[in-house]
């Protein structure tokens, strides 16, 4: 069984902190758009306490994505340094053979 991806849980976890407040101040018939506020509000004030380690994997994870350790090979990438490596060696070895003659 795999395990469940950091990101998943994280965002479960931010709804749940979000839905779970929301929900109780509906049950107690407060104003749906003062709830929604207020439950925002304490979400967030919530995840920043209690989710510090999740949230720095999370964005650890998206750092890694963005950068990651090699960078990708383009196609012609390869060709293009062999024929630039093939130029270099021709001027290196007609150098070579100028300095020859001319001593």
């Known amino acids: ?6 990101w998943v849980s994280y965002s479960v976890l931010r ?8 929900a109780v101040m509906l049950a107690l018939r407060i104003e749906w758009w003062i709830a929604a506020i207020a439950a925002a509000l304490i979400g967030a004030s ?15 994870g ?3 994505a963005r950068h990651p350790d090699a960078e990708p090979v383009h196609p012609d990438a390869e060709s293009e340094d062999a ?20 001593q």
């Open 62 to 64: 998206l750092y890694q």
């Open 83 to 102: 024929a630039l490596d093939r130029a270099d060696a021709r001027v290196a070895e007609t150098d070579l053979q100028g300095k020859r003659e001319s």
């Open 15 to 22: 709804v749940l902190l979000f839905a779970v407040p929301l």
């Open 1 to 6: 069984m795999k395990a469940v991806p950091v």
């Open 46 to 60: 919530l995840s920043f306490i209690f989710l510090r380690k999740p949230r720095e994997k999370v964005a650890l």
